[in-house]
């Protein structure tokens, strides 16, 4: 589990400061990680890194997760 904290961390940087959009980050980041390829411990960072952005974004819209997405 360190690994992918510290990779979700390493992700996070590419966003972090920026307006939420959860889906052109998941575009963004699934292209800045080609070169560890499309699964294991990206692939998990990523998910856990689009799941938070999705719903620190509802919950600014102050919508359920379901509604929003």
């Known amino acids: 589990?360190?690994?992918?904290?510290?990779?979700?961390?390493?992700?996070?940087?590419?966003?972090e400061g920026r307006e939420l959009a959860?889906?052109?980050f998941?575009?963004?980041v699934m292209n800045s990680t080609t070169l560890m390829g499309r699964s294991g411990i990206a692939n998990y960072a990523l998910a856990a890194l689009d799941i938070s952005l999705w719903d620190a974004s509802s919950k600014i819209a102050n919508e359920s997760h379901y509604v929003f997405i």
């Not at 589990?1 to 966003?15: D, F, Q």
């Open 26 to 28: 998941y575009n963004e």
């Open 1 to 15: 589990m360190p690994v992918i904290a510290s990779t979700i961390k390493e992700l996070y940087k590419n966003i």
């Open 22 to 24: 959860p889906y052109q």
